[in-house]
């Protein structure tokens, strides 16, 4: 029986990679382990897988964030300590002022019967009833004769205006200056017969009004007053003298 001749062997034509030869040349190497090319990956730190799994921490957490509002709460504190502190402080040094310092008064004394060519049918009562002295003390005042059924004029300015003075006046002190009329170009003058007439008719009724500034220990003060009185048996429309009475602190009213 004959025997078919073998067929060439082909050649592999798979060109080998630096790789397979290294493995090869650690397989036939005499003498040296194994390269292990297989590592095994590292443990991962517990710290930081504890971090990961419970996650960023908290603004609240920290003692720095803590510290700094307390810090700011504490200057809040004493900023509004210091406020509450300055108010009542002024308070008391308010109502120290008020109980101390000088008060004037003022209350009129009017004619029973007016008369033809009187120059004062009202006085003016002033006086001190505070606790320290007036000093250099200013009076304005005007005298008129009012319709019934209006109010005073309450202007303080022109030649009809009169005024008083007084230097130095002690808690308790009382005068009574007299309140003049006045012409139109600033002389005075007797009260007439028809104003008399009117007067007694309850056509007309006497007003007196007016401003004082006076100064003690705690600084500048005024008081406006205004005061009336009717002859006859009428209504009177006064209100506005009424409403004139006030005082304050500082420089006069406009």
């Known amino acids: 029986m004959s025997k078919r001749p073998h067929a060439p062997r082909k050649k592999n034509q798979q060109t080998p990679t630096p790789q397979d030869n290294t493995e090869k040349e650690a397989d036939t190497a005499p003498g040296q382990p194994p390269l292990i090319t297989n590592v095994p990956p590292a443990t ?8 990961r799994k419970d996650g960023p921490a908290h603004w609240w957490r920290t003692w720095g964030t803590w510290k700094r509002v307390l810090e700011v709460a504490a ?5 509004v300590y210091a406020a509450l ?11 120290f002022e008020v109980d101390q310092r000088a008060w004037i008064k003022v209350t ?6 007016p008369s033809v060519a009187e120059y004062t ?4 009562n002033r006086s001190n009833v505070g606790k320290s002295p007036a000093i250099r003390e200013e009076i304005q005042y005007v005298v008129e ?5 209006k109010g005073p004029s309450l202007v303080l300015s022109g030649p009809k205006v009169g005024h008083a003075t007084a230097l130095f006046d002690f808690p308790g002190d009382t005068y009574s200056p007299p309140a003049f009329l006045f012409d139109s170009k600033g002389f005075r003058r007797g009260i007439t017969q028809a104003e008399v007439e009117s007067l007694r008719r309850g056509d007309t009724y006497i007003s007196v009004f ?10 500048t003060h005024w008081s406006r007053f205004c005061g009336w009185r009717g002859y006859a048996a009428r209504n009177f429309e006064a209100e506005t003298c009424t409403l004139w ?3 304050g602190d500082g420089d006069r009213p406009k």
Request: with cysteine; aromatic share 14%; charged share 15%.
């Open 44 to 51: 991962p730190n517990c710290t930081e897988s504890n971090k």
């Open 75 to 79: 200057a809040i504190s004493v900023v």
């Open 85 to 95: 502190t300055y108010l009542q402080w002024h308070d008391l040094r308010h109502n």
């Open 108 to 113: 009129y004394t009017f004619s029973d019967v």
């Open 121 to 124: 049918p009202v006085h003016l």
């Open 145 to 149: 004769f009012v319709r019934t059924d």
């Open 210 to 219: 007016g401003l004082i500034i006076y100064t003690d220990q705690f600084g």
């Open 245 to 247: 009475n006030a005082a």
